[in-house]
């Protein structure tokens, strides 16, 4: 099991002129292009959006039907048995400012068959998953095929990235992200930037969202199968099945810490490193090692600040959210509804089933692409062919230079 992964109003378009009716005309009032009761669509940005997804949300939300009658088994088969695209990836390891190393995976030979100007899409895995997981695999080669350059970010220590310092990465550090958009908006001047994350990903992804506000250097992103809430997350990851998932996501994180375990010898204080090492749940490595680290003075009050529920509302540029209703690891009780109907720039998509990271569904079901793939692209396009082509991120001379005197490229 250990392969599961957690995983001002701003518009980019021009503004729609109407005319006035002529006296004595009958004006009918015109609406947006609907979609299948069986999906929940809400969001205020919703009708600006919607018409761009009419191809896949017209019609009905239809689970494979051996597979997706129950949440656990369409989230475990996706994990283990969905096929996993084979692509060449170039790998770039990235030295941040404390030290610390990320590593960025790119589809090999892009840099020269790709012009400069091509939209670039970030990838953010979920908890422990990297370039080696089917869902971003999917996701790398459907945005590739259709012309994008795309790099999978994997956090420290996930997809065998290297640990250089004694600090993983948390649901409530930005400090990575902040210089990976830096570093790809640097190189790629002339390109739009865009992300989409799973799970912890999304969490991040919107989080740092809210936080950059006004001044994200992003065009728009996607967030998938987004817990928002980690302290519900948290309640439920206790309840039935679900220990299943959290042991194998403990084990995950203890292999990953196990194999750098030397950086963390020496750790004092309120470190708990054999509860870390050997940690039978998300909530025990948490208490061991990620909330000190980062911090914070208990496991709630980390789940509680690093939630990105409340950061919503800050959210400035386009931004699409797919959720499943039954997903046994971002409940549905969680999803920030109401802000995310207040917000002008947010849409939300909820299916009836789908699991976790699973969604067999749609023409590739059930060993294919997830269904949410098609609806992704689409509105990455969308706001492609409408996003303005000036005010690019530039970055700054110290990620330029970095880019040039601290990378290493090896292929993977």
């Given at each position: 099991m250990a392969k599961l992964s957690l995983g001002s109003t701003f518009s980019i378009f021009h503004s729609r002129h109407i005319r006035p009716p002529l006296a004595g005309c009958h004006v009918t009032k015109m609406t947006v292009a609907d979609h299948h009761p069986s999906l929940e669509v809400v969001g205020g940005a919703r009708d600006r959006f919607l018409p761009s997804l009419h191809t896949n949300l017209r019609l009905p939300y239809n689970p494979f039907p051996l597979i997706a009658w129950n949440r656990h088994?369409?989230?475990?088969?996706?994990?283990?048995?969905?096929?996993?695209?084979?692509v060449r990836l170039r790998r770039e390891c990235l030295r941040v400012k404390d030290g610390g190393s990320v590593a960025l995976d790119w589809i090999s030979g892009d840099h020269r068959r790709l012009p400069p100007d091509s939209p670039v899409l970030i990838l953010l895995p979920g908890l422990t998953g990297g370039s080696q997981d089917s869902y971003v695999r999917h996701m790398l080669t459907k945005a590739n095929g259709k012309g994008w350059r795309v790099v999978v970010f994997n956090s420290r220590g996930c997809g065998e990235s290297p640990?250089?310092?004694?600090q993983f990465y948390?649901?409530?550090?930005?400090?990575?992200?902040?210089?990976?958009?830096?570093?790809?908006?640097?190189?790629?001047?002339?390109?739009?930037l865009y992300a989409v994350g799973w799970s912890l990903g999304a969490n991040i992804l919107v989080r740092y969202l809210g936080k950059e506000s006004h001044a994200c250097p992003l065009s728009g992103a996607v967030s998938l199968c987004n817990p928002f809430n980690l302290v519900i997350a948290d309640e439920d990851f206790h309840k039935g099945f679900?220990?299943?998932y959290d042991k194998a996501l403990a084990r995950a994180l203890c292999k990953i810490f196990k194999k750098h375990a030397l950086l963390f010898e020496d750790m004092g204080g309120?470190?708990?490193?054999?509860?870390?090492?050997?940690?039978?749940?998300v909530r025990d490595f948490d208490e061991g090692l990620t909330r000190v680290s980062f911090g914070f003075k208990s496991v709630d009050d980390y789940y509680s600040n690093s939630s990105s529920c409340d950061s919503i509302k800050h959210v400035k540029r386009p931004l699409l959210c797919i959720q499943a209703e039954n997903d046994p690891i971002a409940p549905s009780r969680a999803i920030p509804r109401e802000d995310i109907e207040e917000n002008p720039n947010c849409m939300l998509i909820v299916t009836p089933k789908g699991g976790h990271l699973g969604w067999v569904a749609g023409a590739e079901a059930p060993l294919g692409a997830p269904w949410t793939d098609p609806v992704v692209m689409d509105f990455l396009e969308y706001l492609e062919r409408g996003a303005s082509k000036t005010g690019k991120f530039l970055g700054d001379s110290e990620a330029v230079q970095r880019s040039?005197?601290?990378l290493h490229h090896i292929e993977v």
């Open positions: 088994v369409e989230t475990i088969f996706a994990s283990f048995f969905r096929s996993i695209p084979q640990v250089t310092t004694p948390s649901a409530s550090f930005l400090g990575d992200t902040y210089e990976v958009v830096k570093h790809v908006g640097a190189r790629y001047p002339e390109a739009n679900n220990n299943v309120e470190f708990n490193i054999p509860l870390a090492a050997n940690a039978k749940s040039s005197g601290e």
